[in-house]
């Protein structure tokens, strides 16, 4: 398993190999504290010759609530997918709920885990049949990027967003609006009201297939315009990332915005971006 967290200084990048039809599958890891004054955000991600996992969680909280809730999150997730890797978007949602159970188990070790909570968005390899499920919770997200567009996103659980899909903002709007923060769902919800969204059905990898997830620190302050434009010009996930942090660092200064959140992002590339 490896992780990032706050103490992450230096972009990380490992390599699983080919497999199969699919090329040399590249992974990178950024994450920084942005203008606030520790980390919060935590990535993650582990592998085997025929699975991946990856992970990203953005935490809150207080107190350092927020830091032991994402790290909570993204080490659950990965230490039961290793022992029992998943094939079914059923076995993502249930994986994520019980992933909320043990954030909500860990609030009763001491009073910094008292009102901690996570956003979470996680990905699924199946290096054999070549195939990818996603889950998350919150408003960290998931983008699908092929022939260098952006194909599809993950639908944050927010006030935000659900004011887009009313018409009523627009999906710029949605990142600078006084609410953006308010969540309809996060690790450590009562039961009763999490709300989980998996991908409805495996997506079939192809080369050049290329994987973002990351957290609202980062997706508020780059669109995907920027995104897809930073991907046209790297050469392996590294650079991108490299790219994707002085966006958010030019864009949060253009907007002063010096005490903007912590950003994390994990880019996985099925080889070389189609372009």
């Known amino acids: 398993m490896s992780d990032a967290g706050s103490e992450l200084q230096a972009l990380l990048s490992d390599s699983v190999g080919t497999h199969g039809a699919l090329p040399q599958i590249e992974l990178a890891i950024l994450s920084r504290r942005g203008g606030r004054d520790y980390n919060e955000d935590a ?3 582990w592998h085997s010759d025929s699975h991946l996992c990856v992970v990203v969680a953005d ?4 107190h350092g609530g927020g830091d032991i809730a994402s790290r909570l999150a993204v080490s659950h997730i990965i230490e039961q997918f290793a022992a029992a890797p998943l094939s079914e978007a059923e076995e993502v949602n249930d994986l994520l709920v019980d992933t909320n159970a043990n954030v909500i188990r860990h609030r009763a070790d001491g009073e910094a885990q008292a009102n901690m909570h996570s956003t979470v968005v996680s990905l699924f390899i199946d290096l054999d049949r070549g195939e990818a ?6 408003d960290s ?5 092929r022939n260098g ?3 599809a ?17 627009t999906t710029e709007q949605m990142r600078t609006h006084p609410k953006r923060s308010e969540l309809h769902s996060a690790l450590g919800t009562d039961p009763a ?6 991908a409805t059905r495996p997506w079939v990898l192809h080369p050049g297939d290329v994987f973002l997830l990351c957290t609202d620190g980062l997706w508020e302050y780059v669109n995907e315009a920027e995104m897809c434009a930073a991907l046209s010009r790297a050469h392996d996930p590294v650079a991108w990332l490299s790219s994707l942090e002085q966006l958010v660092l030019r864009n949060a200064r253009e ?14 590339w099925i080889g070389p971006p189609s372009r």
């Open 43 to 45: 990535c993650g991600h």
């Open 59 to 62: 935490g809150a909280g207080g």
């Open 133 to 138: 499920l996603w889950g998350h919770a919150g």
């Open 141 to 145: 997200r998931l983008y699908v990027f």
């Open 149 to 151: 567009q952006m194909l």
């Open 153 to 169: 996103h993950t639908r944050d659980h927010s006030l935000v967003q659900s004011l887009v899909e009313a018409g009523i903002l």
């Open 193 to 198: 009201d999490l709300r989980v969204t998996t």
């Open 255 to 268: 907007a002063q915005k010096p005490g903007h959140d912590n950003f994390s992002g994990v880019a996985v």
